[in-house]
């Protein structure tokens, strides 16, 4: 294959003693005119190749079908009210609707009636204490960058907005429905050039005031990347404010009481814990937080005496437990009106559901019914109630939500389910478990129609291992696509990710990153001494910071697997802190500035790993030009790299889009990004030829 001309700079910077080359860092200029040209000779020829892979219509087809089943949100409960979002079959984008007391619907934000291109995305929303008003975000565009808006909910009408630097923020109502605390950006001219995203601050606003009016709240003097969050009580009286530098596993977090004089004392600051913390609705502030207890638990204290809140003054009610790790609370009314927690933990990344006294005295009930799925949050009315919502899904059953009740404590019943759209194939699902280098088990998910290695198969290995992402049972049409076609799906559960809890977390980041990698490539020889699948069957797929976790092990182990797709990836660790929001990864990664932190991310660093002369397997790389978290940068410099150095005849792909981003994205889109990757994962591991 003739791969479009790429010149190789002359370019080695001397890094705290490493000499690092870097001959495509033009690549790194969307405007230069060379970065232009070949780009598009690069769109030329993923097109040639993609069009012409024998299996691409075969899994539009069917991913067309199967993309539209519908997703149903968990509803959030103000004032008697039900918010809660839905997407049905031929919906684009999910819509935000209100369920009244009386059961009747209305749809308050669609973002295709707002924009019938389908590029404007809900990012966001927050509905008042009473019900009666709704803060909600949108972007365009796929640039995530998140435009606040307020509605009356009765009308329908716009209140307030657009309130623009508003990404990632969160929103926390008074009583009354007149002000808000979020966060917000600082203008672009009151910040250095080249940290517009950063440099956030926590606002007062009254609905309806112009933002540069905003009372000033917290955020002076903090770390450029902090990320804050906002909780208020139900009656108004405490203010919780939290922040975190970048994505830092520990946050610091700080309480005010607006009857009093409304400053915010300290509560948990420079301490290397995660906190999340709120005061309910029975006056005590209820903490869940993993400090000293990796695998969390669900504490109390007295948000008005500064003596209980060192951690020797907390009150467990759901304490730490030795094989599950908590993730998920609400607080709910027994029959007899006590009050009580229902939990939500997760063992081996499959969620459980159990009943806690709120007293703290034990576990109540073990609630039944659940298979080997995920559990995406639980709600309950904040003014009490004997139920609670439960959002569900696993592989075969698309996001639907379930309901609890305390008369009926270990049972669950249905309350909205999502509509599944096309056939959905015969599926079994097998957990099993790799050993990795070190001997440490990793878990896997095992998808198939087979249920048992009878015959080795194309196999599609996915997964993450980072950020303390949990990568649990859900829909995917992609998956069972693959599965339909007669293939097998696995997914991994590296370290990096929060199956296990924080100290799974943290043994696959910075200078434990290579466990990640050393999971993923045993979890793939595992498969293959399985039988599931063999080498020349196997690809490898993952996105973001899956997608540096298969461009390290395309470098690293480029036997491996015959097939890779690497989609919106970070793949030049050396620079990756100098481009959208990598500085805020600093404490996932470690940061090129420091001497002995470089030498960790040159270990790995895949671009910086290309070897001239190696046969690497077939490459697709997928960017996205919108993407503003991860740079395409990164999959145009590998990209290069890869064609340059690779002396086999497997075709290395750089597949672009524009109008989209790192994020959400209309179904419509989905459908052809996804299907050109099955289709080249099909034709390099052999099942097309099956």
């Known amino acids: 294959m003739r791969y479009p001309d790429a010149a190789r700079l002359d370019l080695v910077d001397e890094l705290h003693g490493h000499r690092v080359a870097d001959p495509y860092r033009w690549l790194e200029d969307d405007a230069d005119p060379r970065t232009v040209a070949w780009s598009e000779a690069q769109d030329a020829l993923a097109g040639e190749v993609l069009s012409a892979l024998p299996m691409r219509p075969a899994f539009t087809a069917r991913l067309e079908q199967l993309v539209q089943s519908g997703t149903v949100g968990v509803p959030v409960w103000r004032g008697g009210r039900a918010f809660s979002t839905r997407r049905d079959p031929g919906q684009e984008h999910a819509v935000l609707r209100v369920r009244e007391a009386d059961g009747t619907l209305r749809v308050l934000v669609d973002p295709t009636a707002l924009d019938p291109a389908g590029t404007t995305t809900l990012d966001a929303w927050s509905p008042s204490w009473e019900g009666d008003r709704l803060a909600y975000q949108l972007s365009t565009g796929g640039d995530e960058e998140s435009k606040l808006y307020v509605l009356d909910v009765a009308t329908g009408e ?222 309950a009315p904040p003014e009490g109630g004997s139920a609670a919502w439960v959002g569900y899904t696993d592989y075969a059953t698309p996001p639907s939500v379930l309901r609890w009740d305390a008369g009926s404590p270990t049972t669950l019943g249905s309350w909205e389910q999502a ?50 992402v949990s990568v649990t049972p859900a829909y995917s049409a992609q998956a069972l696509s693959w599965v339909a076609a007669g293939g097998v799906w696995a997914v991994a559960n ?21 466990n990640v990698f050393d999971d993923f490539a045993a979890a793939a020889e595992h498969l293959v001494a399985e039988g599931w699948t063999t080498h020349r069957q196997l690809g490898i797929f993952g996105g973001s910071n899956g997608g540096l976790l298969v461009g390290a092990t395309l470098t690293q182990r480029p036997e491996l697997a015959a097939a890779v797709v690497c989609s919106a990836p970070l793949l030049d660790m050396v620079r990756y802190e100098l481009f959208g929001l990598g500085r805020t990864w600093n404490d996932e990664y470690g940061s090129a500035e420091d001497p002995t932190e470089l030498g960790w991310l040159l270990g790995y660093s895949p671009y910086h790993a290309v070897k001239e002369g190696t046969a690497y397997p077939a490459v697709l790389l997928t960017t996205f030009e919108s993407d503003t978290r991860v740079h395409p940068l990164h999959g145009r410099k590998l990209a290069a790299a890869l064609q340059h150095a690779t002396t086999s005849d497997a075709p290395v792909v750089l597949r672009r889009e524009t109008s989209v981003g790192h994020g959400a994205r209309a179904v419509s889109r989905t459908v052809g990004l996804a299907a050109d990757q099955l289709a080249f994962l099909a034709e390099h591991t052999g099942l097309a030829r099956r």
Request: aromatic content about 8%; hydrophobic content about 40%.
């Open 158 to 379: 716009v209140l307030d907005g657009p309130i623009d630097r508003c990404r990632y923020s969160p929103v926390a109502w008074l009583p009354g429905g007149d002000e808000l605390f979020y966060v917000r950006r600082l203008a672009p001219d009151q910040v250095p050039a080249g940290e517009e995203q950063f440099h956030r601050r926590v606002w007062r606003h009254r609905v309806g005031a112009a933002a540069d009016t905003d009372r000033l709240v917290h955020g002076e003097g903090s770390d450029p990347t902090t990320y804050f969050g906002v909780h208020t009580s139900r009656d108004g009286r405490w203010l919780v404010v939290s922040g975190a530098a970048g994505t830092a596993p520990r946050d610091d977090v700080w309480l005010a009481d607006l009857d009093g004089d409304g400053e915010l004392r300290e509560f948990q600051v420079g301490v290397d814990a995660q906190t999340a913390a709120w005061v309910a609705r029975d006056g005590r502030l209820w903490l869940m937080s993993d400090r000293d207890t990796p695998r969390w638990r669900l504490a109390v204290a007295d948000p008005a005496d500064p003596a209980t809140w060192a951690p020797e003054g907390w009150q467990d009610v759901v304490p730490q437990q030795a094989d599950a790790v908590l993730s998920d609370v609400a607080l709910v009314d027994a029959a007899d009106g006590s009050l009580q927690v229902l939990a939500v933990h997760a063992v081996d990344a499959t969620d459980r559901l159990s009943v806690w006294a709120a007293d703290g005295s034990g576990r109540l009930a073990d609630v039944q019914g659940l298979g080997a799925g995920s559990i995406s949050g639980v709600s």
């Open 494 to 514: 590296l370290r990096g990710g929060s199956e296990h809890g924080e100290e799974w977390h943290r043994a696959g980041m910075r200078e434990r990153k290579q």
């Open 419 to 468: 509509a599944v759209a096309g056939e959905v194939p015969e599926l079994t699902v097998v957990e099993t478990h790799a050993t990795s280098a070190d001997g440490t088990p990793v878990h896997l998910f095992v998808l198939s129609q087979a249920g048992a290695p009878d015959t080795p198969r194309a196999t599609v290995l996915y997964g993450y291992g980072g950020f303390n």
